[in-house]
C-alpha cells in the first residue's frame, strides 16, 4: 500500500498527518501504524492522525499513539491537525472539529501559532504532591524543584506502571515553577517515552499551577521543545472553561512511503 503522508510538528511534539476523507487509509491496522510512527524502521513520529470528514463539522481528528493503539485527545496533535486541514484547503478564519473527547475549535493567529479550544475541566483530584486531572486525556501532575535533574523516563514510567494506573495508563508530567509560568517535562502513555510536549499536559500543568483565585489567567509554558501558553478562566477550586492551548503548528515534510 503506498501512502502520502504528512510530517507535522507542534514545540518538538511529531506526527505523521495522513488525509483520510475519501477512506483510503482506514484499513490501516495498529501494527501498520507503529511501523509508520518508529523513528529507525519507519517515518518516525509521536503519532499518527488522520483527517476525516464529518456531517456536522468542518473535520473529525483521529488520532493514534506510536504503539499504533487509539489514544485520547491529543493538544499539539489538534493544533497541527487544524493547520494540516487549512493546508488541504479547509481555509477559515476558525474551525470546529470533533475528537475522541468532544467538539474543538481551533483559531489561526498571524504568527503562524494555532490556538486549540479545550474542553472545561471541573474535576481535579488533589493528592500528598501531586495532582491528577484529566485535560481530554489523563494527566498525572507533580511538582518539582528542578525538572531538568528529573529522569523523566524512570520515574514517569513507574507511575505511569503502578498498580493504579498500570491498565488504563496515564501520562505523567513533571513541572518546575520558573520566574514567569511553568516548565514541564512529559511521560507520555501510548509512546512510553518523554516526548518533547505534550499538549493536554501542559495544560493539565498550568491549571494546577494557577493562583487559587478565580479569574482568567496566562501561563507561559517552556517544554524541551518550545514556548506554549494557556490561557484559561478559573471559575472556581476545581473549575475551569474557556481553556486554550496556543502554540506553534509547523509543516516539516511530505512524503510516499510503500508499507
Ligand atoms: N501528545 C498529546 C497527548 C497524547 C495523549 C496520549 N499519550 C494518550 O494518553 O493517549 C498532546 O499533545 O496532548
Redesign the pocket.
Known sequence: MNIHFYKYQGTG?DFVIVDNRNGEYSSLTTQQIAHLCDRRFGIGA??LMMLENHADYDFQMK?Y?ADGRE???????GRCLSAFARQMGIEKPAVKFIAVDGPHEASFRENGWVNLKMQDVDWIEVGNMYFYLNT???HFVKFVTDVQEVDVYEEGRAIRYNERFAAE?T?VNFVQEMDKGIFVRTY????EDE?F?????VTAAALTAAPAETGEYTIPVETIGGHLEIQFARNGERSFSNIWLCGPATLVFEGNINI
Open positions: 511534539n509521536d503519532g488520532y499513539n489514544g485520547s485527545m491529543c493538544g499539539n496533535g481530554g486525556s489523563p495508563g501520562n507520555e502513555r501510548g509512546v516526548t510536549s505534550c499538549g493536554t499536559g
